[in-house]
């Protein structure tokens, strides 16, 4: 059996898993996944969080992928680090690096088994701080400064695709490159606030072509995280990765208050498996969930099938068609071969698109952030936003 077929039913663990410690976030990046901003009093305590962690070294889960909102937000996040670590669980954790002030970036560099992967949406600061909040470019590059000073090799800088940054991929390389770091690029996902700008900042059909060939022809030592493999269709050379919905499968999600997602891209109720706090913890929601089940299961791939490209895309991300109302066995809505764009015009005649069911955002949240001109340092008492693109499988090539 190959990799891949023994992924489909699942494993006894996942390969690894996102874990949102907190919603609470300063700004409102406008494809926030989950809608962050307002911590969520029921977040899971610190040895709430110490008991999972012992559990994913008893399944031996290879890291956890840390976010939030903005995870070093919480008092306890250096000490759940660094509980992991030496419970031989790593740790790769998604920051705009607000709190990588050169101390902790030595400390960082010291520490085994913990990656930093820092989000910049923008080669420049006016089209990242359009969608992450003014400020937030000087941010992280003050964060990739003290990384790469203090000796920290192949830190990560995460971008979510849009159709304004597509045209900058060979200068995110760059700053990449410069910095020491290791570029990764991520798919935008109508999840979360997502679903109020997707149609908007989702790249066009020309976009998703060069982006395809810009990683064909550059992306040997760029990681995607395994999110385009929908663009497999566009060529006979397959980019690197699963090419498979993971959801349920491999990967799933944590959030605050634990409870359990199939998918970090579709932290919604139709995908709720249950609880942490629930009997048998973790370990028999991934063993035992009713969804879980399901997912693992043969799936049919529905009219997809039938499409010379299915073996290429396998029907595309099961998230980014929930959120666009189209069939989970349907076309994925950026489909190549423009079948997803004809079902979405379908979409609406009979049936409500669904709702994004979690917001945390804050209550003064505006739908746009503008670009502010000459702003400074941000105040030492903001945070910046989180990084809103975490995959669990970033980095792994079977």
């Known amino acids: ?22 919603y609470a976030c300063n700004l409102s990046c406008v494809h926030c996944l989950s809608s962050s901003g307002r911590r969520d009093p029921r977040e899971l305590s610190t040895e709430e969080c110490k008991a999972v962690i012992d559990e994913l070294q008893r399944l031996q889960v290879f890291y956890v992928n840390i976010g939030g909102g903005e995870p070093t937000i919480r008092p306890d996040f250096w000490e759940l680090v660094d509980y992991a670590v030496a419970h031989n669980v790593g740790v790769k954790f998604s920051t705009n690096g607000v709190r990588i002030t050169p101390e902790r970036a030595r400390w960082l560099a010291g520490t085994d088994y913990v990656d930093v992967q820092l989000s910049l949406d923008g080669a420049t600061a006016e089209v990242n701080d359009y969608v992450r909040g003014p400020g937030s ?16 090799k192949d830190f990560k800088i995460s971008v979510v695709m849009t ?23 991520t798919r935008l996902r109508p999840s979360g606030r997502g679903a109020d700008t997707w149609d908007e900042l989702h790249p066009t059909a020309d976009q998703q072509l060069k982006l395809y060939e810009w990683l064909i022809d550059h992306g040997e030592n760029v990681l995607t995280g395994d999110s385009f493999f929908h663009l497999n269709a566009l060529g006979s050379t397959p980019l690197p990765g699963l090419n498979l919905c993971g959801a349920g499968r491999v990967v799933c999600l944590i959030d605050p208050i634990g409870d359990v997602y199939a998918c970090p891209f579709a932290i919604h109720d139709e995908f709720l498996a249950g609880n942490v706090r629930d ?14 089940e399901r997912l693992r299961a043969p799936q049919t791939g529905g009219a997809c099938t039938s499409c010379s490209a299915y073996d290429s895309c396998q029907g595309g991300c099961m998230a980014a068609k929930f959120f666009t109302g189209l069939p989970l066995d349907g076309p994925d809505p950026e489909c190549v071969k423009g079948n997803g764009e004809r079902a979405l015009a379908l979409v609406g005649g009979g049936s409500e698109k669904p709702k994004p069911d979690k917001d945390h955002s804050k209550p003064n949240r505006t739908k746009r952030v503008g670009v502010s001109i000459g702003w400074g340092p941000p105040e030492p008492d903001r945070l910046p936003d989180r990084a809103c693109d975490t995959s669990p499988l970033a980095g792994f090539r079977p």
Request: aromatic fraction near 12%; charge should be negative.
């Open 279 to 292: 009997e048998g913890g973790f370990t028999s929601v991934w063993r035992t969930s009713e969804l879980f």
């Open 1 to 22: 059996m190959k990799l891949v077929e023994h992924f489909q039913h699942g494993l006894d663990a996942p390969i690894c898993l996102t874990w949102e410690l907190t």
């Open 163 to 185: 159709r304004h940054n597509v045209g900058q991929l060979d200068e995110f390389k760059r700053i990449a490159d410069e910095y020491g770091a290791q570029l990764r690029i």
């Open 137 to 152: 470019f000087n941010t992280t590059m003050r964060a990739m400064e003290n990384l790469r000073d203090a000796g920290f």
